[in-house]
């Protein structure tokens, strides 16, 4: 009975150290990037998105130079901004450049007008020169109604 009891405890530390997670270890993505847009835009209305990008150290330590962030708006976005159709928001080399080995925040704030009414999605995404996608943003909508 001994045996069972200790291996129980056993597991329930184990259980434990997997929902907490490693001490001191990033929560989260190692690149993130955080989308905020109003719920709802007149159409041919100037539409304001903000758009945080923000990497933990050494996250782009393998990133081919330069590192861009590249948003469209979609009625559903692609894969990738190649695969992604739509009006461009932004797309543009991140500057300052993430340095290697360095954590990494910029806030930006583009604009673009939507002609077509009905609902879309800000499809952002931050590639390096070698198109590979260090983070993804495909949850925030915006309905476009009639002016």
Request: charged residues 20%.
């Amino acid at each position: 009975m001994r045996r069972i009891a200790g291996a129980g405890a056993a597991l329930s530390l184990l259980v434990t150290l997997l929902a907490v997670g490693p001490a001191g270890g990033a929560q989260g993505d190692p690149v993130r990037i955080n989308v905020a847009a109003p719920k709802v835009v007149a159409a041919n209305a100037n539409l304001r998105i903000s758009i945080k990008v923000a990497a933990s150290r050494g996250a782009f330590d393998i990133a081919a130079r330069p590192v861009r962030l590249r948003v469209r708006m979609a009625g559903e976005c692609g894969g990738s901004y190649a695969g992604t159709v739509g009006p461009r928001v932004y797309d543009r080399k991140l500057s300052p450049q993430p340095t290697k080995q360095g954590a990494y925040s910029k806030s930006l704030h583009p604009s673009v007008r939507l002609h077509h009414v009905g609902v879309q999605t800000v499809c952002a995404f931050v590639e390096d020169s070698q198109h590979r996608q260090f983070a993804t943003s495909t949850d925030v909508t915006v309905r476009v109604k009639r002016s």
